[in-house]
Each structure stands twice: as structure tokens, then as C-alpha cells.
């Protein structure tokens, strides 16, 4: 015989331990029957069936596959439109998916690379309260990708918040406008760099083979 506290009360009756199990307002229950004699119980009965069928799911939960969402952006990709795709990857990743980003870069943009960085730190940034990195930025053909993967302890934050009645966690919207700034700013000076690499390049002497045939006649 065993008691709700799993301490052993030793050989009696079944009169004796039905007696006792009803003191304590509980169930008896045979736990071992074929043991010599049979082991028996006291515990509440429904609580043990509702921890059962908790772990039960626990268990099939863990179990589930996970897939990998896909979020495709641009360099140019900013405003209500980086915000949306934010929102989505959040609500991919506290559903236990992870999630591939793609910055698809288009004939001259393969030049600012840098760009196309930024923009994933963008997402890093604004996922970090619930995703971690799986698999850093990097270039594949003229892509730049990036695997974000749920956060190892988010399954206990999101149950202490659902315990405590609050909502998931939500997207620092201003965060994101505020690393949107930094982005614009860096595209501002790639484009002054530009403009000054194309006026040096005016500002070249033509070679001796670009002259006009006519030039060089006179000459």
C-alpha cells in the first residue's frame, strides 16, 4: 500500500486501505495486480488522468515535424512592407516553424551586398525575443539566405505567459522603424560613393586610342 505522498504504509486489507484512502478523500487504486501481493494506490484518480492526457499532447507536440516557412524580400524592401513579413515570421516561428529568409538581389543591386545583409539583421533584430539564428546570412547564387529558428525556451515563455493571461509577444514595431533608418542612411552614402566613383571616372583623360580619327589627323 502507497499513500498520495508515495510513502510506503506497508501489507493490510483491502477493508483497511479502502478505509483509509476514504479518510483522505481520495481513490484507491491497483497499480501492480500481478505483484505478490498486489500493489494499490491512494491518489486522486481525475488528477491523474488529466496529467496523463497533459503529457500525452506535451509528448505529440515535441514529436511534431517542423517545417520551414519562407520569406521572400527585397532590398528595397521597407515601411508597411517589412513590417508585415515581421509579423509573419513571428507568427510562423511561435508556432514552432522555422523560417527561411531571402533577399533576392537583381542586376546591379549583387553589388550592395551589404544591403541585403542589413535587411536580415532587420529580422534578426526584430525576432530576437523569440527566435535565435539557425543558419547565418549567406550568398547562395544571387540570393542572400537565412534560417531563423525558434527560441530553445520559448515553448516555457509562452506558457507562463498563457498562464498569466497575457498575449503572445508582440513586434517592437518603433525597433524596426528605428534599424529601417540606419538601412536608409547606409544606402545614402553607397549612393554618394557611387556618384563620386562615376564623376572621377568623367573626369579621366580620354587614352590616345579613344581620340576621334579626325583629332588625330589634325594633330
Do not use: W
Not at 530553445?152 to 498575449?167: F, H, N, S, V, Y
Amino acid at each position: 500500500m502507497i499513500d498520495e505522498g508515495g510513502e510506503q504504509l506497508g501489507i493490510m486489507s483491502v477493508e483497511d486501505a479502502r478505509r483509509k484512502a476514504e479518510e483522505r478523500e481520495l481513490d484507491l487504486i491497483e497499480v501492480a495486480p500481478n505483484a505478490k501481493p498486489p500493489v494499490c494506490r491512494i491518489m486522486d484518480y481525475g488528477k491523474f488522468r488529466y496529467d496523463a492526457r497533459k503529457k500525452a499532447k506535451e509528448a505529440q507536440r515535441k514529436q511534431k515535424q517542423t517545417e520551414v516557412k519562407m520569406v521572400r524580400v527585397r532590398p528595397n524592401t521597407g515601411g508597411h512592407d517589412l513590417t508585415f513579413k515581421m509579423k509573419n515570421a513571428r507568427k510562423f516561428l511561435v508556432k514552432g516553424n522555422k523560417v527561411k529568409f531571402n533577399v533576392i538581389f537583381r542586376g546591379p543591386e549583387l553589388r550592395h551586398k551589404e544591403i541585403g545583409q542589413h535587411q536580415l539583421e532587420v529580422f534578426i533584430e526584430g525576432c530576437k525575443d523569440v527566435a535565435q539564428v539557425d543558419q547565418p546570412p549567406r550568398m547562395e547564387g544571387r540570393r542572400m539566405t537565412m534560417i531563423l529558428e525558434p527560441r530553445p525556451d520559448l515553448e516555457a515563455i509562452l506558457k507562463k505567459m498563457e498562464e498569466a493571461g497575457q498575449p503572445e509577444p508582440a513586434l517592437d514595431e518603433e525597433g524596426v522603424e528605428d534599424l529601417e533608418d540606419d538601412l536608409d542612411e547606409d544606402e545614402d552614402g553607397d549612393d554618394e560613393d557611387d556618384a563620386g566613383e562615376a564623376g572621377a571616372a568623367d573626369a579621366e583623360p580620354a587614352s590616345a586610342s579613344e581620340v576621334p580619327a579626325e583629332d588625330a589627323q589634325g594633330a
